[in-house]
């Protein structure tokens, strides 16, 4: 599975534009890549997936460039509710190495008033 | 929204005991997990589970682990003789897919004194 590496923690204000960037220098053909967030005391929450370019959902947008070695999530307008640590994961999703997700550190988000 | 339940929430147990956690994932997947976060540090995997047997499990997840799903509605995370460093959230999910967003419970809180 390929090694991700993001920051430890950021910090943003209320109505920002938060981006998460993550790096994945050895993400292999069939990996995707897929951000999760997590709450103190919950589990982790899906938040979205991605192969190449960009997608975008209600939530997030997570942009991949071309050789798919960064991506970034962002998160548009946070708000105080926002405050939670997101992980950056890279999986085969193929062949079936993705349902065991692999967690790093995390990045630790707080968005201050 | 269908969610996976986990009981219970918290757990106190002295060391050496058996404790099982318990978890009801949600009702048309067919992919269950069991993973753990030590407090402060990464969310690791333990173990995932398919088709009435384990698909893959970490080294984490030695001989005094087990799970079970015995009835068709339940998953369970049984430790047998629990140990200080077992003292963890420990988290339930489940999937559609092999290669599905996983769904996590809120946790089950253990702590082995």
């Known amino acids: 599975l390929a090694k991700t590496t993001q920051p430890i923690s950021m910090d943003s204000y209320e109505g920002q534009e938060v981006n998460i960037t993550c790096s994945h220098n050895n993400i292999a053909t069939n990996d995707y890549i897929t951000w999760y967030q997590q709450f103190p005391s919950q589990g982790p929450r899906f938040i979205i997936q991605g192969y190449k370019t960009k997608v975008t959902n209600e939530v997030a947008s997570l942009f991949i460039p071309a050789d798919r070695k960064s991506s970034t999530l962002s998160l548009p307008r946070v708000s105080l509710s926002d405050t939670a640590v997101y992980y950056c994961l890279v999986g085969d999703r193929l062949q079936g190495g993705y349902n065991k997700l692999i967690f790093g550190a995390g990045t630790r988000l707080a968005v201050h008033p | ?113």
């Open chain 2, 1 to 113: 929204e269908p969610e996976v339940t986990q009981t219970p929430s918290h757990q106190v147990t002295q060391m050496g005991q058996e404790v099982i956690l318990r978890c009801v994932p949600i009702s048309n997947h067919l992919y269950f997990y069991w993973y753990r976060q030590i407090l402060g540090q990464k969310v690791e995997f333990l173990v995932s589970f398919y088709n009435n047997e384990i698909s893959e499990k970490s080294e984490i997840f030695d001989d005094q682990f087990s799970v079970e799903r015995p009835d068709g509605s339940n998953f369970t995370l049984k430790i047998r003789s629990t140990k200080l460093e077992d003292s963890a959230m420990y988290f339930c999910a489940s999937s559609d897919s092999r290669a599905g967003e996983l769904f996590f419970g809120e946790g089950s809180r253990l702590t082995v004194l």
